[in-house]
Each structure stands twice: as C-alpha cells, then as structure tokens.
C-alpha cells in the first residue's frame, strides 16, 4: 500500500513530459503530461503487464461495477488529469464500451458533442457553401474552392480528432490512451493550419510568389504537426512511438512543443500579416485580417479561461457535468471555427475586389 501511495503521489504531482529536464514546468497540454506517466518510474517502455499500474486499472473496473461514474479519487493515476472534476469519470474495459459511452451522460458529454456538432456543422455545410457554382467562382476559380475545401477539412478533422480522444479518454487500456492523446495534439495543428492556410491565401491572392511560398510553408508546418506527437520530440522516449535523438535539443519538451506552436502562429499568421501591410497598407491590411479576430479570438479566450480552471476550481462538484473550463474552451473552439466558414467568404470577396480594382 505505501508504494502505491508513493507511485500516486509522485504522478499526482506530474511535471512536463521529458522526464529529468522538464521536471518541476507544467505544460500547456495537461493531458499529454499525464499520460506521459503511464510508464513506470524505472523509465523503461511501458508494460501493460506492470504489477502495480495493472492492480490500480483492476481495482478502477470493479468500481465501476459498483458505482457506474467513478469518483476522481477512483481512477488509476495516469487517469488523474482534471483534478478539479471530482466526479463522472468513465473507465471501460472494452473498445465496444468506450464507443458506446460517447452517448451517455458524463463528464465528458458537453466536450464530446460541442465539437461533434461543430463537426456536423461544418462538413455539411461546405456543398452549400460553395453553391451554386457557376456564382461563387471568383477569379481564381477552382482554386478558390480548393482553399475553402481545405479549411472545411482540417477544421472539421481537428473536431474529430478531438471527438476521438475525449470519447477514447475512459479507456482501461494505456496504449489506446497513449495513442488518442497524440491525435488529439494533431488536431491543433490542423485547427492552427486551417486558417493560416485562408488567411495566407487571400492576403496574396495577386502575389502568386509569395502565395506558394507561405502556403508551403503553412503546409509543412502542417504535415510536421501531424507527426511530432508521435515522436520522441514531443514525448517522452519510453511512450513515444517512433524514438529520435533528441540529445542535441537545448530546451525541454514542454518548451520544444510552446516553440513549435508560437512558430507555427508567426509563420502562419503574424509574419504573413506584416508582410501584407508592407505590400498593401495599413488600411488594406486591417480590412482583411480583422476578419480574424472573430476567428481567433474564442479559442484564444476559451484556452486562457481554460488555464485558469475557472468556474470548478473555485465551486467543486457544481460544474463536474456542465460548465467547467474545458467545456467552455470547446464551446468556444467550435464557435470560432463556425465563425471562420462565414469570414473566410468574406476575404475571399475582398481579394476578389482587389485583384479587380488593379486590373482596372
């Protein structure tokens, strides 16, 4: 019992997910630390017949027989990752059981369906978006259509990816667990590449050069988004599916995924932004791009309400099924990405307007 106390402790009072050079930092993706804790303390690839996790995933099953929703206190350690939601946890035991709870009333319901809707929403929408045809061409034609196409499916991807892991979350299986939570980091990559790929393209929708040079650059950042949770870059060596030295790095990984996402933005949006100013004006520019603050701005305001644990660390229990943090950051995720359908049209006109007004 004291080494079981020891072990909760200790992943209880989780750090980054480096292991040594990221002890004592915590990240900004709470979930992937946590899980970074699977393994053993040895530091060795995790086991899924390792004696003291396996009692801690047994003890958990046969209280969700007893209970149905477990208690915060209830879960295996690495499962211990909101600890201001003390009550309604799942914890499943086959892969039938964890699917079918995404339809049952828990504490992951509210993020669960908000993106679902979201994702109903905005892979249905796009044939009606783009109709009908022959009026919502611009001068760019299909290419026009190609880059809508692409925000509705990365977006609408990011949804999924996330409807994924917050259904697959209850899972009794650490692999499975292990595996979700680096989709569900994939999926800011695609939110992130999503808009950077319409905002880039219709702030140089005339300067054909640099439009294939930021898109390519906006694209790679993409496809590298989409691998990293995978690796060792972002994980820890003993979870990380696919092992790279990572020696020569001079900064933890909790800084190595803040850094890789800061540039992502910067490329992305920022450097592009003022690229735009230089070529076309301060009034030009803030024409187009403020069109992304009803884009950008709820996931923004969600992930800094999200930080703070704000309602249910102040009021415990009372927002464990609606209302918490979380909930609210998907609330907003999902309303920024619906805004984003309505205010890339938007920009597209505006490039429209003004690669007519130069031909003039």
């Not at 072990?7 to 040594?20: A, E």
């Not at 044939?127 to 609408?156: E, K, N």
């Not at 918490?324 to 359908?341: D, R």
């Amino acid at each position: 019992m004291g080494k079981e106390k020891g072990l909760t402790s200790s992943l209880r009072n989780y750090g980054s997910i480096s292991g040594d050079n990221d002890e004592g930092q915590r990240s900004l993706l709470p979930e992937l630390d946590a899980m970074s804790h699977v393994a053993d303390q040895t530091g060795e690839k995790y086991d899924p017949s390792n004696p003291e996790l396996q009692k801690a995933i047994d003890r958990a099953l046969r209280q969700v027989e007893i209970k149905g929703l477990l208690d915060y206190e209830d879960l295996p350690p690495p499962w211990q990752i909101s600890e201001f939601i003390l009550h309604g946890y799942r914890f499943t035991k086959s892969h039938w059981a964890t699917a079918g709870s995404a339809f049952c009333l828990h504490n992951e319901t509210v993020n669960i369906w908000t993106h679902a809707i979201a994702a109903v929403i905005i892979l249905l929408a796009f044939p009606l978006y783009i109709s009908p045809l022959p009026t919502w061409y611009g001068p760019g034609g299909y290419s026009d259509v190609a880059m809508a196409a692409t925000y509705f499916l990365c977006f609408g991807g990011c949804m999924v990816c996330s409807i994924m892991w917050h259904s697959a979350k209850c899972s009794s299986s650490p692999t499975a667990i292990v595996t979700f939570v680096a989709v569900d980091v994939l999926s800011i990559s695609l939110a992130c590449s999503s808009f950077n790929f319409a905002s880039v393209y219709c702030a140089f929708y005339q300067e054909t050069a640099w439009l294939r040079f930021y898109l390519t650059v906006a694209g790679a950042w993409c496809v590298i988004g989409m691998v990293l949770p995978f690796t060792s870059i972002f994980e820890r060596p003993d979870k990380a599916v696919f092992n790279i030295n990572c020696d020569w790095l001079p900064v933890s990984r909790t800084w190595v995924r803040t850094l890789y996402f800061c540039s992502m933005l910067a490329t992305g949006t920022l450097i592009p932004m003022v690229h735009s100013t230089l070529l076309n004006g301060w009034e030009a520019s803030v024409e187009l791009y403020s069109h992304c603050v009803p884009v950008l701005a709820p996931p923004f305001v969600g992930a800094m309400i999200y930080a703070t644990h704000f309602p249910e660390s102040l009021f415990p229990r009372r927002f464990d099924y609606i209302g918490s943090s979380h909930n609210l950051w998907h609330v907003f995720s999902a309303w920024g990405g619906v805004n984003g359908c309505i205010h890339i049209r938007y920009m597209l006109e505006i490039a429209w307007a003004r690669l007519q007004k130069s031909a003039a």
